[in-house]
C-alpha cells in the first residue's frame, strides 16, 4: 500500500506513521527525521537544511524531493511505504505522482489527521525529546517558531488536502484522542481490516 500521511505539525504524524506502517508491513518515510539525521551526521544535505529547518521555513522543493526519490528507490519501498512530512507543497505532490508513475505506481490513499489549532500549539509547546539523555527542545519547537511552521503549513501544506479530494485519494480523521485509538480509526479509514484482526489477535495474545 502506497500512502500519505497528511496533517499539521502537532497533529502526531511521526507517532502514528512508525504505527500503521508497521500494522501495513511499509517502512515509514520522514523526511523531518531524514532531514534531522543529515543535520546530526554533519552531511552536506544537512548542512543546506539546517538554517531553513531551525527557521521553521520549508527546505526548498529541489532539494527534497532528489531526496525522497533516492529513498522510494530503495528495494523496501518497492512494494509500498508510508510518507510522512512529504509531500508539503503541490510541486512536491505533483513530482510524487511522476516519479510514482514512471515507475508504473500510484498513491492508493492520502490520510489527513484533522486536530485544530489551539491544540496544536499546546501539543508543539510542551514536547520534548531525549538527547545523549536529557530532554530538550526541538530548536523549531520554540513557540515563535512553532506560531510561524503553522502558517507556513496553512499556506503551503493545507491546499494538498482539496489536491488530494480531487484525486479522489484523501480521507480525513479526527485525530484527538488515545493513540491507540486514532490508529484505529487510521486503519479503519485505510480498509486495512487484516491489520486490526492481527491488532485483536495481538491484544488476546498480551492478555
Ligand atoms: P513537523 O513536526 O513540523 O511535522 P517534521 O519533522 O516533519 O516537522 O519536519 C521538520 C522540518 O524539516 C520542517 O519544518 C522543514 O524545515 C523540514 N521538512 C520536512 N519535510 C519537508 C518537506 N517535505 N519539504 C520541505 N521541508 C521539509
Known sequence: MRVVLLGPPGAGKGTQAQVIAGRLGV??????DIFRANVSGQTELGQQAKAYMDA?????DEITVAMVSDRLAEPDAKAGFLLDGFPRTIAQADQLRDSLAEMGHALDCC???VVDEDELVRRLSGRRMLVDGVWVQREDDKPETVRH?????REQTA????F???A?????IDAIGEIDEVTRRALEALGADHALAQDAAGDRAED
Request: aromatic letters at 6%; zero cysteines; hydrophobic letters at 35%.
Open 27 to 32: 517502512p515509514a518515510i520522514s523526511t523531518g
Open 56 to 60: 521553521g521555513d520549508l527546505v526548498p
Open 111 to 113: 490520510l489527513e489527521l
Open 149 to 153: 511552521r503553522l502558517e507556513v503549513y
Open 159 to 162: 491546499p494538498l488536502s482539496g
Open 164 to 166: 488530494y479530494e480531487r
Open 168 to 172: 479522489g485519494l484523501l480521507t480525513r
